[in-house]
């Protein structure tokens, strides 16, 4: 007589509550998995979406526009949530070594926690400049600043950004928009804000295609951001004439004194993922297969900034972290039901839309820029909000 035994669940952990996570779990409370236990660790009940982030600093988002509500979307995938800090793995015993909680045991992981600022060695730095991620500290200290501006805007201030990549110019060009709309309506003349943008090699956004590359310099020279390119930070130290204040130095012996220091260098991945065994490139990302699936270890999947995908590496930008939700998800799904997998291939060119804080922006797709217009911020921010709108629940 055979007895019927109920399906063994397997386990499945997402850590890190990324764009492609998001996604996923979207999709997961649509389509969800029979025999499929689920649990999400993240250190936060939400997450800023990166695609509004400068929108946001520019004042045209909420924070409640800005942030993906991961406790919504967990409930929607009848996922356990746990918000805690991931601190390692052990991939022998299949277990998710956690700061707060014991070890989680898994069957299936995936990982999507992002990246962090590579690790700040210039002197001072870390003590006295805000890095760009994690964002939460990064708004802390921007908010700090409008209300330090809004209390007192007849002082003169001068902001350093650090890093004249995409993330640095389009930070600069969102910061000095919103200070000048502070100081115009406060009567405050322009010349008492002074933004200058560091950038160590020659060219800003030197990934970039050339012609994006002189658009954008034509447009922080026209704002009156002052540029200093081919200029590599040495060293950062609290000014000796005046409290609150900072010193930045740099090789070739220039100084500037500024009252805030923003950090947007290059990302990197944490260090945690070194010591777990599984295979990663040189900034210690983690490389995966065209699958998503980790080169050494087949029950792990990796996708977003934290995944470099072997055959097929591209820069680390949310556009590849959106689009690999869906494979990401089919691929688990696949994963747990025994079928094949799916190969999924990054597009070699893509577009990105760099707002220019005044409610334009620029686009850019291989060889083709095109310059700072209104229908391109608001071809931005209907794509934008069209992507937050299918993380809400009911779509």
């Given at each position: 007589?055979?007895?019927?035994?109920?399906?063994?669940?397997?386990?499945?952990?997402?850590?890190?509550?990324?764009?492609?996570?998001?996604?996923?779990?979207?999709?997961?409370?649509?389509?969800?998995?029979?025999?499929?236990?689920?649990?999400?660790?993240?250190?936060n009940s939400d997450t800023p979406y990166s695609g509004m982030l400068p929108g946001h600093i520019a004042g045209f988002y909420s924070r409640d526009e800005l942030y993906i509500n991961l406790q919504k979307l967990a409930h929607f995938a009848q996922a356990q949530l746990y918000l805690d800090k991931v601190v390692g793995l052990d991939l022998k015993n299949h277990q998710v070594i956690c700061a707060n909680r014991p070890a989680l045991d898994f069957d299936l992981l995936s990982i999507d926690i992002g990246s962090t600022p590579a690790t700040i060695s210039v002197s001072g730095a870390a003590t006295y400049a805000t890095p760009a991620k994690p964002v939460e500290k990064l708004l802390e200290s921007w908010y700090q600043l409008l209300a330090n501006v809004s209390q007192n805007p007849q002082k003169a201030i001068t902001v350093v950004i650090v890093g004249g990549g995409a993330g640095g110019v389009e930070l600069a060009l969102s910061m000095q928009a919103h200070l000048q709309r502070i100081f115009q309506k406060m009567q405050q003349p322009p010349q008492n804000l002074a933004i200058h943008l560091f950038q160590r090699h020659n060219q800003l956004m030197p990934h970039h295609h050339p012609s994006v590359q002189y658009q954008v310099q034509q447009i922080l020279m026209r704002r009156g951001v002052k540029l200093h390119l081919g200029e590599t930070v040495s060293q950062i130290a609290p000014s000796p004439q005046q409290a609150g204040s900072f010193v930045v130095k740099c090789e070739s012996g220039l100084e500037l004194k500024c009252e805030k220091v923003f950090w947007v260098t290059q990302a990197s991945a944490p260090q945690w993922i070194k010591a777990t065994g599984l295979a990663t490139d040189e900034q210690g990302f983690i490389l995966v297969q065209d699958t998503l699936q980790s080169i050494t270890h087949p029950e792990v999947f990796a996708a977003g900034d934290i995944a470099t995908i072997k055959h097929h590496p591209r820069p680390k930008a949310g556009v590849f972290a959106v689009r690999q939700g869906k494979p990401l998800f089919e691929n688990l799904r696949r994963m747990v039901l025994?079928?094949?997998?799916?190969?999924?291939?990054?597009?070699?060119?893509?577009?990105?839309?760099?707002?220019?804080?005044?409610?334009?922006?620029?686009?850019?797709?291989?060889?083709?820029?095109?310059?700072?217009?209104?229908?391109?911020?608001w071809w931005k921010d209907s794509i934008d909000r069209r992507f937050m709108q299918t993380l809400e629940n009911g779509d």
């Open positions: 007589m055979q007895h019927n035994l109920p399906a063994i669940a397997k386990h499945l952990v997402l850590v890190g509550g990324g764009h492609s996570h998001a996604i996923v779990l979207k999709m997961l409370g649509m389509k969800p998995l029979p025999g499929v236990r689920l649990t999400l660790i993240t250190p025994g079928q094949p997998l799916r190969h999924y291939r990054p597009q070699q060119q893509y577009l990105s839309l760099i707002g220019t804080g005044d409610r334009c922006a620029i686009a850019t797709k291989g060889c083709l820029t095109l310059p700072p217009h209104q229908l391109l911020w």
